[in-house]
């Protein structure tokens, strides 16, 4: 039954979402779904945990075995082509992410896709200490990107992908140029001085 509601997501919207539509979808009752799911905000739950688990994986096959800035492009073009290909599943991440502390299984599913990214930022010789910001500057210029796409938000004619490509470019940059933390560049004036 997750399967076939995320599919109505995709094609018809994660807000959409309703036990009447999946009920039609499967020809019975909405009171026979009540067997295997415990109402719209389960499922809801249900499309989003299972969502999050296969971008989670889509990121992972696309970096794996690639470094620095090839994991990043392979990464960002992975991020992109899932909410591309899974509008409503990608709505669900967006919509539906859980709290740590109120639903942990779920936080802990959801989190997946940046533990995928933690790796890929790390190629970059950044510090730890720089890598809350550095993912969510990625996943932030990611995401408005896409969602600005889904939308219909650009409408200048010129090609969308030239611009995608400008974008993951820009963040390469940016994550070689990264600026040095204070505590890290003192640690390495100490190293020249000494």
Known sequence: MTEEAARLCDEQGFDRLSLAAVAKRFGVAVPSLYKHVGGLEALRREVAMAAAADFAQALGRAAIGRA???A???AARAYRD???AHPGRYAALQQAAPRPGEDDEGAAVFYRSVEVLVPV??????ADEALIDVIRTVRSALHGFV???LSGGFGLPQGVDA???VLVEALVRTLRDWPVSAAAQEGADGAHGG
């Open 147 to 149: 969602d600005l796409e």
């Open 82 to 84: 899932y909410a591309r």
């Open 121 to 126: 930022v790390r190629g970059f010789g950044l």
């Open 72 to 74: 990043l492009r392979a």
């Open 68 to 70: 620095e800035a090839d």
């Open 163 to 165: 611009s995608f490509d």
